[in-house]
């Protein structure tokens, strides 16, 4: 593992300073990426901004706590507090240009956008000063139609081309949830091999839904990372993934009717 992802409110907002502490003179070897737009208030309590101010007060408090510029900084979930029309656009537009300066000054090495639910961000216009480098979305099995489509509408709009496209909670939540114990991901796999694991296909799939070359996972157990690591060799297999895409295009266009 060569590539650490966190965030400015992630562990108490403490993150950053534990990664330090922990990682000591083993941090300058991994890529490290994070995301700012949540801030502590009182209670233990987070709220969120867009406020270019906030924004960039949070990359040069990150700056000192790592010790280092991180190499990907991400503007956090957006919608969080996103208002619509000319007002949103007007946001973004700021918030965006608070990150594209900080990479500028070198508080970054690149600079992007990581959101949950990406459809408010695609129902504004496009009034960028500079476009995201770096797109964060929500990949696999269990992410709806409409996610998946408003992320690849962005993606598009911003000429990030797949490999910087990222994808984050692959398995929407617990391995132990429900849907992993009632079906079995292999068959999207090109050769569904008795030593490969449902956990492995479903991992492997979240690279096709929508197609991405990276996705975060979280998890503090090393034997998990080694069997996610091993499933990056499966393939898949796209005329079913494709398949899989239009049901759930046809099932989106008969709840909208």
Known sequence: MTTVDTAFN???FASHATLTEIGGDLLPRF?????????????GRARHSLDPEDLRAAVLRTNRELGRAPDVVFLHNPEASLATGERGEEQLADACGALAEAAVAGWCGAWGIASWNPRAVALLGDSLPAAPEILMV??????????????????????????R????????????????????????????????????????????LPLV????????????????????????????IDGYRRLLAERAARHIC
């Open 10 to 12: 992630y562990l108490g």
């Open 213 to 240: 070359g990276a996705v975060a996972v979280g998890t503090d157990r090393p034997d998990h990372l080694r069997e996610l690591v091993d499933a990056t060799d499966l393939a898949a297999n796209g005329e079913l």
């Open 138 to 163: 929500r990949s696999g099995l269990l992410v709806s139609h409409e996610v998946l489509a408003a992320g690849e509408t962005l993606a598009r709009r911003w000429n990030v081309p797949p490999e």
């Open 165 to 208: 496209r990222w994808g984050m909670s692959p398995f929407g939540g617990e391995l132990a949830s429900p849907p992993w114990r009632r079906s079995d991901p292999r068959l999207f796999l090109a050769d569904a091999a008795d030593e490969s694991t449902p956990v492995q296909a479903a991992f492997r799939v979240a690279f096709e």
């Open 31 to 43: 890529t490290v990426s994070t995301k700012v737009g949540y801030f502590p208030v009182s209670g």
